[in-house]
Structure formats: C-alpha cells, structure tokens
C-alpha cells in the first residue's frame, strides 16, 4: 500500500515594505519633540526648573519651557541634554531647533541660551564648541533671538551669519559641525532673569550621511516543519552581518542563526535563513544588523502565525483527519478556481467528511486573520 502523504498547512507572514535603513538611529534625522518621550527618536535629560509644556510648541504642540513669574533678582535656569549620537564622519550634520521668549519682562540683552556641543567624546568646551545667544529683539511675545559671537571659534565654521532666523513665531537656531565628527551630544541651558519664559522646540540633528543598509523586502513564512525567512537590501555600507531573532511574545528576543554580510555594496542583495526548529505558537522574527564597527539596529518584526492543524491524508477517498487542537475552528474548502464547496466547523473527533466532492485537487482552508491556513489536498 502507498503511503499517504502529508501536505503541510503554509502560513504566510510575507510582507513588503519600501525601501528604508536599519540604522534607525542613524538615519538622516534625530527629534526630539518634547510630545513623548518614547515616540521620538532622539533621548534627553533635564535638569533644573524647566518643564515640558503643552500648546508652545510651533504648531501648538508641547516644548521645553523656562518659566519666571517675577522681576526678582535671581534667575531661573533650565538644561537639556542629548544622548550621544554616533555620525559618519563623512556626512554634514547640523543641529537644529525652535527658541522663542515669551512675555514682556526681558529687555535687550537679558537672558541667554548656552549650546555646548561635546563631539568625538571629548569634554563640554573642548575646541570651543560653545556658542551663546543672548537679548529678544524686543520686549514683544513669541520674538526670535538676535545671534551674538559668544565664544564660537574655528572649530565650529562660520556660523554667526547663519545661527538664527525667524520664522511663525520662532526663531531657528541651526549649527553645522565640523566635517570630522564621529559623535555629538548637546547640552543647551537657558537662563530666564526677569518675568519672561524662554521656549524650544523639535531639537533635532539633521545629517546627509547615508544609510547603512537599505532593506528591499523581509518575509518570514512557515514552510512544512520550518520557518523561511528572505530578505533583499538595495545597498549596505560595512555590513558585517545580520543576526535573525525569534521570539514567543514579540517582546523578548534571542538570536537563532546569523548570516555574514555583504559588507559595502551599492548592488542589490538577497538573503535566505530557516528556522529549522520553529515554535508551535505565534512567533516573531526581526533582523539585527551589525555594522563592522560593531553598531547594530533592527528591522522591523514579522509575524508568522501558530500551526493550527496538518490535515491528511492526501490523496484520501472519502475523509481528512486533523489534529483534536483544530476542533471548533472554522474551515472552508475551494475547488481551484477559487469556488466554496463546502463550509463548517471542525468536529470534536477532527475528521472532515469530503465524500461528496468529486476527483480533483482542493484548498482546505481552516482559521481566520492572522492564523488563517490553507492546504492542498487530493480527493480520489
């Protein structure tokens, strides 16, 4: 007797996205919009009297104020500071953001914003990285500052005649860095004298460099007793490798397989890895891509669903047989131009009667939404 063979249930988690870079914390821009601290990709640190306030920001969204509510002798004062960002040395990076004073306390000259910038690890002031603006044009609300030197030297280009301008109510600082930066971090400190508030906004470093990976496509989808995962880039620049993750819960990742990189490439690239022992249930798959120099970022996670039932046999006569985990599930089955012929639920015993179908070839579909399987079966 020939013995039956068993068609595995397939569930897909394809899925194709737009080209877009790993390096997510290195793309082109890095904000932080004082509207949440987890929705924006640039982390901060605050120290001293400063808040985060709704309805200041440009498009009346939240910012960073420094607040005085009398014409007391003693200022207020307020720090922000960035994480550190890693920049390609090659690329032009410049940091931005909204400054405006509001209210009518401060006369010409009072006040004042520090940026410092520590770059390539060194200290706070070293080079000279230090620039200070000073004094509202006037004493009118949501004014831009007027630029003083401060103590801004070579080392930061010319940047005086270019600093600020204004604009809706604001006035954009902006600070190229030296072409040799390898990393940044800002600290910027505003001092309030009299009864005014100073306010900032969407702080944020802009850079041209490129990205380090451009991932095409990325797929995950169960294939018999195992999980196929395929990926595409269009470029990679000192890609070491990737390193596939799996995880039970979307939330708790381990590393399964690794997959050496193309290193620097402007051609594209495919991808293959299997998961040869996949989970019964739900499982999540991401990418972690490592640059050479050890800097890694993630793709986005691709679900594939559980393994809902493996129906035989195939070919049959007269019934399919399923696991007692598919009972109570709903199933559908096509002929192959895609026409229901029959509909129901899983009996508790896991056998579907087909009899009535004629001789051919059918898709038995069982689930729905993201566990949603079909299977190929032959009726003889």
Same mark, same amino acid.
């Given at each position: ?15 194709? #996205? ?133 103590? #801004? ?19 954009? #600082? ?126 986005? #996670? ?79």
């Amino acid at each position: 007797m020939k013995r039956p063979i068993v068609a595995p249930l397939l569930l897909t988690g394809f899925l194709f #996205v737009p080209v877009f870079g790993f390096g997510q914390t290195r793309t082109s821009n890095l904000t932080q919009t004082f509207d949440a601290q987890t929705n924006t990709s640039l982390p901060y640190t605050a120290v001293g009297t400063g808040s985060i306030t709704p309805g200041i920001g440009i498009n009346g969204t939240n910012g960073y104020r420094i607040i005085k509510n009398n014409n007391g002798n003693t200022a207020v004062v307020g720090t922000v500071e960035t994480g550190v960002v890693p920049i390609t040395t090659s690329s032009t990076t410049t940091l931005k953001f909204n400054l405006a004073v509001t209210g009518a306390g401060m006369s010409n000259n009072d006040g004042s914003v520090v940026i410092e910038l520590r770059t390539n690890n060194n200290a706070y002031g070293a080079a000279g990285n230090t620039m200070t603006i000073t004094g509202p044009t006037s004493g009118n609300t949501n004014v831009p500052w007027s630029y003083t030197t401060g103590t #801004v030297n070579g080392t930061m280009g010319s940047l005086g005649s270019t600093a600020i301008t204004a604009g809706n109510g604001a006035g954009t #600082v902006s600070i190229t860095l030296p072409a040799n930066t390898a990393s940044v971090q800002a600290r910027i400190t505003l001092t309030v004298p009299r009864q005014s508030n100073l306010d900032i906004d969407d702080l944020q470093f802009d850079s041209n460099q490129p990205l380090p990976v451009e991932l095409l496509s990325f797929q995950a989808s169960r294939q018999s007793n195992a999980v196929q995962l395929k990926w595409a880039t269009a470029s990679e620049t000192n890609n070491d490798r990737f390193e596939v993750q799996r995880s039970a819960d979307g939330q708790n990742f381990a590393t399964i397989s690794t997959v050496a990189g193309a290193g620097t490439t402007t051609k594209a690239t495919t991808y293959t890895a299997n998961d040869a022992a996949p989970l019964a249930g739900t499982s999540y798959y991401r990418l972690r891509q490592v640059d050479t120099d050890g800097t890694s970022s993630f793709s986005p #996670v691709r679900v594939v669903g559980a393994v809902l039932a493996v129906a035989y046999p195939s070919p049959t006569v007269d019934q399919l047989n399923l696991p007692g985990a598919a009972a109570g599930t709903r199933y559908r089955i096509f002929n192959t131009v895609g026409q229901m012929l029959k509909q129901g639920t899983v009996p508790a015993t896991g056998t579907l009667d087909v009899l009535e179908l004629k001789p051919g070839s059918y898709f038995l579909e069982i689930g729905s939404g993201r566990n949603l399987t079909t299977q190929r079966f032959i009726r003889q």
